[in-house]
């Protein structure tokens, strides 16, 4: 962040939330854990067979 407590552009292209990329807009926090949550069950569970 600069001195006015702003993103500059470098953080704006540097974050890490590409694993939000498949949530639909409005989602509240319950629902995006929800869907977090089932999406690492299901990767676990490939991942064992």
């Known amino acids: 962040m600069n001195d006015a407590g702003t993103r ?3 953080e704006e292209t540097d974050r890490d939330d590409g694993h939000l990329a498949d949530l ?8 995006i854990w929800e869907q977090l949550s089932e999406r690492r069950e299901r990767a676990a ?5």
């Open 8 to 10: 500059t552009e470098n």
């Open 24 to 31: 639909e807009d409005g989602l509240g926090c319950t629902e």
């Open 45 to 49: 569970a490939e991942a064992d067979d």
